[in-house]
């Protein structure tokens, strides 16, 4: 069995890194050691990328979760907690994959405890996702504002109806009752069973987490593309809920030059409250790598 490169309730993928993603919207981030140089540069090469595709006029879905929320979340509003995340391929009882989020203070650390080379900080007080390499002992900073733009071109880049079929841009999420939601599109069905949190702005951070997490996918492509779970996760959010249990079955048949996938998960979800000893020393070792760790260009940093 594949290992499972996991990073947050968003990013499901087979650990294959030939994503669904077609290659014509898939850019990568050219990152400079300056903000307004990799705005610049960001905005000139995903431009001239997307304009090769974009026939006439064409209007972005409304991939928009990000900018409801604000880029930012109220320290005063949001309580600390730990969300701790496994998948299991369906009939394993050992999990492929143990992932968590560890949310304090308007920052959220991503740690992959089945993988722990990575550790991924999204900043929501500084509009930063900061990605850092413990073997490399490097970091790279990705704006927050510039995923969003890059999210919307993407998106507008894909006119024809069955592409935005396949690739879940379409996708419409369907209520079960019971607080449980299905969403299909080509190949994919997502059925989440969402529970209500203890305070309403942990469905909205983690709802930003995976937001997030989704839109750094489109440019550092794991597995499915994000378009159907940014869906997903609108509806959740719309809800004030937040998903702790999920089956998702992907049987992707290699139509339009993509990837054969075939799989058949269960995802499991639980949250505690606080920040128990082990989750702030994941804290103060994230802060210390992104104080110490040489920052590189985006086209350097692991793949």
């Known amino acids: 069995m594949p290992k499972m490169n996991w990073m947050g309730p968003a990013m499901l993928s087979l650990s294959t890194r030939n994503c669904q993603m077609p290659n014509h919207i898939r850019p990568r981030l050219p990152l400079a050691p300056r903000q307004t140089a990799f705005a610049s540069g960001l905005v000139r090469s995903v431009a001239a990328f997307l304009m090769l595709l974009v026939g006439g006029s064409s209007i972005a879905q409304e991939f928009r979760l990000a900018n409801h929320l604000g880029g930012k979340t109220a320290k005063a509003n949001t309580p600390d907690f730990t969300l701790t995340t496994k998948i299991y391929f369906a009939g394993e ?152 249990k999920t089956k998702l079955s992907i049987d992707r048949n290699g139509a339009e030059g993509e990837p054969v996938m075939k799989a058949n998960l269960n995802i499991e979800s639980a949250w505690s409250e606080g920040i128990d000893d ?18 590189v260009n985006w086209n350097k940093f692991a793949d």
Not at 116 to 135: A, E, G, Y
Request: aromatic share 8%; glycine share 6%.
């Open 278 to 295: 082990d989750a702030q020393r994941q804290i103060d070792r994230a802060m210390g790598y992104r104080v110490v760790y040489k920052q």
């Open 93 to 244: 009882r050992k999990p492929n994959s143990v992932h968590k989020n560890i949310f304090a203070e308007g920052v959220i650390y991503s740690v992959s405890e089945s993988d722990p080379r990575f550790l991924t900080v999204f900043d929501l007080n500084q509009s930063m996702i900061v990605l850092l390499d413990q073997q490399t002992k490097t970091r790279c900073s990705v704006s927050m504002d510039e995923l969003t733009r890059l999210t919307a071109r993407a998106d507008a880049a894909v006119t024809d109806p069955t592409r935005r079929d396949r690739l879940g841009m379409n996708a419409k999420v369907n209520s079960l009752g019971n607080l449980r939601y299905e969403m299909t599109y080509p190949g994919v069905r997502y059925e989440v069973e969402g529970v209500v949190p203890p305070s309403p702005a942990m469905a909205i951070a983690n709802a930003q987490l995976v937001d997030w997490a989704c839109r750094l996918n489109i440019v550092r492509p794991r597995g499915l593309p994000p378009f159907g779970r940014m869906r997903l996760n609108d509806e959740l959010w719309k809800q004030s809920l937040i998903g702790v």
